[in-house]
């Protein structure tokens, strides 16, 4: 990489990008229920993904842990804010492809999500917010700290409304029914 530029801004560059596309393709700026909400916690529903933060924003935070570890074991002679450019890189391009209009009929075919119609840009710009955070995180954290947090998630998720990381990307690529009536039983 160029060194006259710096890996803050290339990160600020990506998340304005990725926000720009977002309402290039015409995601909603923030939820047409007309008001912002700091947290919204019902899963089924309308709002859910359209606000700043929700029951998927440990997901997130888990990713910028796992991101920081990835780019630990095979890019650790880059400096922290190149492997955050990197990690943002893939995080916008993840909210690129999960608000693309296959990755959401996916979504709504195969798991209880049938309200789910896309984030809006603000809860994807939170969501990149969010693995930024973990990112850094996981860089002050000792390694058995980060992946007590990242169980802990993924515990609390899955007890309390039966989805989290592991289960949201095992019914977007396996979708396995029982999964799906069982989460649908909550």
Known sequence: MNARFSPYLVTALVVLAACLWLLHVGRV???DCGYVKLWHGQVVSSENSQHISDWYTPSHLIHGFLFFGALWLVAR?????WRLAMATLVESAWEIVENSEAVIERYRSVTIALDYYGDSVL???ADILAMMLGFWLASKLPVWLSVVIILGFEALTIWLIRDGLALNVLMLVYPLEAVKDWQGAL
């Open 77 to 81: 002679r880059l400096s922290f804010g």
């Open 29 to 31: 700026p923030y939820c």
């Open 123 to 125: 809860n994807s710009l």
